[in-house]
């Protein structure tokens, strides 16, 4: 049937035939360019145009005879020339170039239109894509080794934004669900190339896979872009990184109308103690500590506790002892080698330490653990019990004078610095289950926990591990033993970076 009129503008898709080629200020005006929606969907073209628009395209919303570039993805030249013919585009007045989906991806990873290479214009049969080596991964990650940072630290970086952002909008499950698709990409052994080599793979829910694809072919998530410069999400992170504000207390100050730390300041609530002291130390809490710095923590500590009860142990646990090279604050575990003298033991350090006075602000919280002959409670609760301060700590370059280990801390030319440290006592029967639960990383305990309630009929925590189904107990006096009990190959602190 030939058409009563011949359009010359012609719609990608019925029924939308806005011409909104919304490139005035486009850098490239020479390029005008039209992304087929065929076989690539309404949302990814939306995604490609508004991209290509950002970063300076001409990118018109409908065909008309002033383009000069179609963008295809999976489609042949011969496929693109028929849909061009059925919309009356028979013989274009200037010669279009028909291109592949690889041409845009690479102008936009440029910032600038680039040369057009053979391999760029649309094939006469669709090519069959080389497939490229598929990664394989187990579904727990206490059953994988997660170095820090991995080889895919624009996609891990990306999904630890989202899943932040989930986080902070009190949302568990989507965060969790970011945080293991992390985790996931940050144990493979090799960057990423291609999405089609993820195929298969566990973790990777349809959201996260849309986010690493974006990533992967232009560099850039949208939805990761947005998330970050929404004010919503700038606030809670400010808020909920004062010490001692969670999320809901940032979320109801946030509703208020509460964006900045001036405005909390003015706005007349009661802060508690941790909150003062967090809002005073803002700025240096919230600047990373460093590996020297917690190694000056460490002597200072170390220091401390065998001062009030020699023969005491003091591990570094947390991040640092993943090897991570900065951190929020710093986890020590305190214990002794005979049962009970730990007891009551953290209200003597911090006697020592405030005499010193190294300490700027500090909580104690009793030990509340006892173990119950019917087995544990809670199993998958995050929360332990162990006699607990949490402190603020006032680390100076010369904490340490009279110790010849003294290390330099990264305060520069300022005198002193605040630190978060967390010391936690355990009895020295716990005190495997304790290191490995203080550990981390939070995902890696997650999982083990997981495993141990879903794959063993176990439940695991920072002071046991039960087994329900003999209905007992099972001791461990190292991780490695704790491993074992769970079925669990032996995975050592650095590769706990879940
Ligand atoms: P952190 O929050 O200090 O994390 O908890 P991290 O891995 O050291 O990271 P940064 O570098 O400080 O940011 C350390 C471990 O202690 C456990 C957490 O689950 C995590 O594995 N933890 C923390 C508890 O078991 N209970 C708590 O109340 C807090
Ligand atoms: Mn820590």
Known sequence: MV???????????????????????????????????????????????????????????????SVTHIISENNSGDEVRTWLGERGQHRSRTPVHLLDISWYTESMREGQPVAILDRHWLQEQ?????????????????????????????????????????????????????????????????????????????????????????????????????????????????????????VKTAKRWFTEGICSLAQLETSGHTLNPAQQAGLKYYTYLNQPVTRHEADAVSITVEDAVRSVLPGAQVTLAGGFRRGKMSGHDVDFLITHPDEGKEEGLIHKVIACLESRGLLLYHQITRNTYQESPKGAGRPSSNMDRFERCFSIFKLTNDSNPEDTRRVQTDSGCRPWRAVRVDLVVSPISQFAFALLGWT???????????????????????????????????????????????????????????
């Open 3 to 65: 058409p009563l009129k011949r359009r010359k503008v012609v719609s990608s898709n019925s029924g939308q035939n806005s011409d909104t080629d919304t490139s005035k200020e486009s850098r490239f005006p020479q390029a005008v360019i039209f992304i087929l929606e065929r076989r690539m969907g309404a949302s990814r073209r939306a995604f490609l145009a508004q991209l290509g628009r950002s970063k300076g395209f001409r990118i018109q919303d409908t065909y008309s005879e």
């Open 126 to 246: 669709q090519r069959h894509h080389v497939k490229a080596p598929v990664f394989s991964a187990a579904s727990y990650a206490c059953q994988r080794s997660t170095p820090q940072p991995g080889h895919n630290t624009l996609l891990t970086a990306a999904l630890a934004v989202l899943a932040e952002s989930a986080e902070l909008n009190g949302d568990e499950g989507r965060s969790v669900a970011f945080r293991r698709s992390e985790a996931l990409l940050r144990s493979l052994d090799r960057q990423v190339q291609g999405a089609a080599e993820l195929r298969g793979l566990p973790c990777l829910g349809e959201h996260s896979r849309r986010v690493i694809q974006d990533l992967l072919e232009y560099g850039v998530s949208c939805e990761v872009e947005e998330t970050k410069s929404s004010s919503r999400y700038k606030a809670m992170k400010l808020l909920t990184g004062i010490f001692g504000v969670g």
């Open 440 to 498: 981390g990383s939070k995902l890696f305990e997650r999982e083990m926990r997981r495993w141990a309630v879903h794959e063993k009929s176990m439940s695991l925590s920072s002071h046991a591990l039960y087994d329900k189904n003999q209905k007992r107990y099972l001791r461990a006096s190292s991780e490695e033993e704790i491993f074992a009990h769970l079925g669990l190959e032996y995975v050592s602190p650095s590769g706990r970076n879940a």
